[in-house]
């Protein structure tokens, strides 16, 4: 399990400051809550949580927000994951793309519940509601690429002698 947080892990990295110093500006994907979301459909729990955790933080401390936003996002989606995990069969497409569907809508209500509690009441108006439709839309319509590439993360572990997490 070590060898596969730390390959989740550094892929977490990697996807962080792709999303947020080279594609920011221009493209708004969510690929770490996919990362997340993927963890938490397999079985080690564990992994997942210690992922949502070490993710989370990390984009609490780059984001100014409320510490803890991202946290209990990151979270929600292990939940999401692990409340879908039997519900939907993982290896079809239209199943990938639903069930991160609604895992991102149910994090985003998550998130603005979060912000309401905080007293940040104007968040939900204006263009940011739309924006953030567009991106819930766009991540989730990568999902499945996304998924065979962490997939294909874990066959490489498997063949260089790590013990595979089969589900």
Excluded at 43 to 66: E, H, K, R, V
Excluded at 104 to 118: D, Y
Excluded at 154 to 161: C, T, V, W
């Amino acid at each position: 399990m070590i060898g596969y947080f730390f390959l989740f892990s550094l892929t977490g990295l990697i996807l962080f400051y792709l999303q947020n110093l080279l594609l920011f500006p221009q493209v708004h994907l969510s690929l770490l809550e996919l990362l997340v979301f993927y963890a938490g459909l397999r079985p080690s729990l564990p992994l997942a949580f210690a992922l949502a955790l070490g993710l989370g933080a990390l984009q609490d401390s780059y984001a100014a927000t409320p510490f803890g936003l991202h946290l209990v996002a990151s979270l929600a989606l292990v939940a999401a994951a692990r409340f879908s995990r039997r519900r939907f069969l993982p290896h079809r497409v239209m199943s990938q793309l639903l069930a991160s569907l609604g895992a991102l809508a149910f994090q985003e209500g998550v998130l603005r519940f979060i912000l309401f509690l905080t007293g940040a009441r104007n968040i939900f108006l204006g263009n940011l509601a739309g924006q953030r439709l567009w991106q819930i839309l766009g991540t989730a319509a990568l999902a499945p690429l996304m998924f065979a590439l962490f997939e294909q993360l874990e066959k490489f572990l498997g063949r260089h002698g790590w013990r595979t997490m089969s589900a």
